[in-house]
């Protein structure tokens, strides 16, 4: 059954069971695994982990491309087997973990991870586990849904378990780039101009003495849970929309926009989605996840190539596209996040980033991560990657969160994860701040006129007015700025209704 899987024959005697594979990771170690957006995780070693650590406790520094599917996070978080997780999770159970200052959480931007492990900034992974669809003639490891930091796990890690599963398609092999970029201080630029480069290899190279296990799984991954648009998510996708029409009529953008990166969820899919029914033409994306949208847009004749570094899909589309791979096999590549969240390719592409914020302030700061400045979300994940080098870096969030409690635009952010120096435009429900060129003073007028919820007009408009009696070059009433936040701690909403 999966003899032709493992085309190395020498590797046939290491098949065996997860739960023998699982006792090579031992208390205190430092363990890599694949997965990125629910995609192409390791599933039956961290649960078989799970298990063994029920009845005999085990601790270990968990890091991966970012988060796992199939439950996995609260799977090992129920079990107290996270000391430590890097660099991004979406789970409850995880995310209470965290904030209850039981799990010591790096939220990292998710180019760095690897950057770090080669300068020996992190400790190396003890073992690295990785979920692949083959192993080749010279035991190197073709990864499934996603690369994430998969290859550089298993370049580092002294041992390396590899999870070959059944369920995925075969037909993925082929559709990966592995580069690696060499050390500095002679490192050369990485040889990546244009969307659809391949520069690398298809498979992970490693010895294959290196491979201390492999075992047999048939688990798929598990689907997004993207919604459709609403009305809210719509009108912002409309006013961007608009908005690169208007900068194509300005001869700033050609009708092909600039290589498109989409973050996760609701908000950046629907404006994915929105460029279905635009007159733009031969679009391309350079992103990290590859969404439901993507595929739409290809099937619309929209897209004509994308890259990524995982591909995450709703049960509606999964067997769609993983089932008809041959329709869109010469339109992907996926990636390592390092490459596809280089700073350096991301500058050189020109690339439009649209990301999606919790909070904005006056003046164009972005919070992505901490609910009232303390609690983790979700963590940064790749949006400073992108943002701070993006052609037009773009930040999207309803204007209003919890039924109007909360505004999404407040005085002061209650935590910095984009300076207002990386963020040109902001866009809410109620329409879209240009922020580029303009002085602090000037950003203010444009995000309280264009994006602030009525309900909130009024009360920041007065905050800022009162701001600017004040002087200075960003002007804040310090005792003021993150009253909003504070009301909302002690009575449930931002402002008095
Ligand atoms: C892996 C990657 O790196 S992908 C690339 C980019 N990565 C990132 O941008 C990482 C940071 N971003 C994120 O984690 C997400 O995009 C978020 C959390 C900011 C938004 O997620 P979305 O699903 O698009 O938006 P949505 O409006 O549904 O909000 C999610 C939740 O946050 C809540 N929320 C939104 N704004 C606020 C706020 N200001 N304060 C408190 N809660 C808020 C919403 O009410 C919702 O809560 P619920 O799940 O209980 O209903």
Request: net charge negative; hydrophobic share 40%; aromatic share 4%.
């Amino acid at each position: 059954m999966y003899r032709d899987r493992i085309r190395l024959p020498s590797l046939l005697n290491k098949v065996m069971s997860a739960e023998q594979a699982a006792l090579l990771i031992q208390d205190g170690m430092t363990v890599g695994m694949s997965g990125f957006t629910r995609a192409g995780e390791a599933k039956a070693v961290p649960h078989a982990l799970a298990q063994r650590a029920k009845v005999t406790p085990l601790k270990i520094s968990l890091m991966t491309g970012a988060s796992l599917g199939n439950d996995l996070d609260k799977e090992l978080t129920e079990a107290g087997v996270l000391a430590r997780r890097m660099p991004f999770q979406v789970d409850s159970t995880l995310r209470k973990a965290i904030n209850a200052g039981e799990v010591m959480f790096i939220d990292q931007h998710l180019s760095e991870t690897v950057e770090q492990l080669r300068n020996a900034q992190l400790k190396l992974p003890d073992v690295a586990v990785i979920e692949a669809v083959a192993i080749t003639e010279q035991g190197h490891i073709v990864p499934t849904t996603s690369v994430g930091n998969s290859a550089s796990f298993a370049i580092f890690a002294r041992q390396v378990i590899v999870e070959i599963n059944l369920a995925h398609n075969p037909n993925l092999e082929g559709l990966h780039d592995i580069y690696i970029p060499t050390y500095r201080p002679t490192r050369t630029p990485i040889p990546l101009v244009k969307v659809d480069d391949r520069i690398g290899s298809t498979a992970i190279p490693i010895p294959p003495e290196k491979i201390a296990a492999i075992v047999i799984t048939h688990q798929g991954d598990s689907p997004s849970t993207v919604t459709p648009p609403d009305n809210d998510t719509q009108a912002i996708a409309d006013h961007l929309i608009e908005f690169f029409k208007q900068e194509v009529a300005a001869g700033r953008l050609t009708n092909k926009l600039g290589p498109l990166q989409a973050g996760i969820g609701n908000i950046a899919n629907a404006v994915m989605c929105g460029l279905i029914d635009s007159p733009f033409e031969d679009l391309t994306m350079y992103s990290e996840v590859l969404q439901d949208s993507t595929f739409d847009l290809i099937d619309a004749g929209k897209l004509s190539f994308a890259s990524g570094s995982s591909i995450t899909l709703s049960s509606r589309r999964n067997a769609d596209v993983f089932g008809n791979l041959e329709r869109y096999q010469d339109k992907l590549v996926l990636r390592p996040q390092e490459i596809s969240n280089h700073p350096e390719v991301v500058r050189r592409l020109g690339i439009i980033g649209i990301n999606t914020a919790l909070e904005f302030d006056l003046y164009g700061n972005v919070n992505s991560t901490h609910v009232c400045g303390t609690r983790m979300m979700n963590g940064i994940g790749g949006s400073g990657d992108f943002a701070r080098n993006a052609h037009l870096s773009i930040f999207v969030t309803k204007s209003i969160a919890k039924g109007g409690a909360i505004s999404s635009v407040v005085p002061m952010v209650s935590h910095v994860d984009h300076t207002e120096h990386d963020v040109d435009i902001l866009v809410t429900e109620i329409g879209l701040a240009d922020l580029r060129g303009l002085a602090p003073r000037e950003r203010a007028r444009v995000v309280i006129d264009k994006c602030v919820h009525p309900s909130y007009r009024e009360a920041l408009n007065q905050y800022f007015e009162a701001a600017c009696k004040l002087g200075g070059h960003t002007p804040h009433i310090l005792r003021d700025a993150l009253s909003w936040h504070v009301n909302l701690e002690e009575t449930g909403r931002m402002l008095a209704v």
